[in-house]
């Protein structure tokens, strides 16, 4: 899960961030990206693709990550989402949360097969990343935990959609919950199944 970083490492760059994203495919909320810069030395936690830790293993890993790395963090908002689209939102949350690191990285390696548009540090899309570096498996950790907090906080404002539980992914459970109410402010309007 470090040969990227380590190829890059030895052609002198030394800060070296992973950069990934959370919450692409659901039908309401922000999408939220996440930068991290590795420190030396091993984790305790297991850090993989978020997907694959249990919620758990997940939050561990994330204390750990947010303990002893670099961590920025970036939302795009509902708005940003209805406006631009969601791939454009996307790149606007990967450059703030790379602009949100404590410290400039050196290099960027980017979950997915596209460049952050408008970044001005030098990076490599890395297709299914999450499985394959370690600095974006991090990332991702720290993108979906942050995301499921902003979700579980939507879900005591609109308790209708059960977001807490369905983080505003399109689950039988929550279209049925937007025929039945309508749309609320945090539903992307313009994806299918919502204001379609």
Same mark, same amino acid.
Request: glycine letters at 8%.
């Given at each position: ?31 939220? +990206?996440? +930068? ?39 939302? +795009?908002?509902?708005?940003?989402? %209805? ?13 703030? +949360? ?20 408008? &970044? ?13 570096? &370690?600095?974006?498996? @991090? @990332? ?7 995301? %499921? ?7 005591? &404002? ?18 049925? @919950? ?19």
């Amino acid at each position: 899960m470090l040969s990227l970083e380590h190829a890059l490492q030895e052609k002198g760059l030394r800060k070296i961030a992973g950069v990934d994203e959370a919450g692409r495919g659901p039908l309401a909320g922000p999408v939220v +990206a996440a +930068a991290v810069i590795l420190s030396p030395g091993e984790f305790s936690a297991e850090i993989t693709d978020s997907k694959r830790l249990s919620p758990k293993k997940r939050l561990a890993a994330y204390e750990e990550i947010l303990s002893t790395c670099s961590v920025g963090v970036g939302i +795009a908002s509902v708005e940003e989402i %209805d406006r631009f689209n969601i791939l454009q939102a996307t790149f606007l949350a990967m450059l703030r +949360a790379v602009e949100d690191l404590p410290e400039i990285p050196d290099f960027c390696l980017v979950d997915g097969p596209h460049p952050i548009r408008d &970044l001005k540090i030098m990076q490599q899309p890395v297709v299914r990343g999450d499985g394959l570096s &370690l600095s974006i498996a @991090a @990332a991702s950790i720290v993108a979906k935990v942050e995301r %499921d907090r902003l979700m579980e906080d939507y879900d005591r &404002l609109y308790p209708q959609y059960n977001f807490g539980r369905n983080k505003g992914y399109p689950t039988k459970e929550h279209r049925e @919950a937007i025929r039945v109410n309508g749309y609320c402010p945090i539903h992307r309007r313009f994806f299918r199944g919502v204001g379609s």
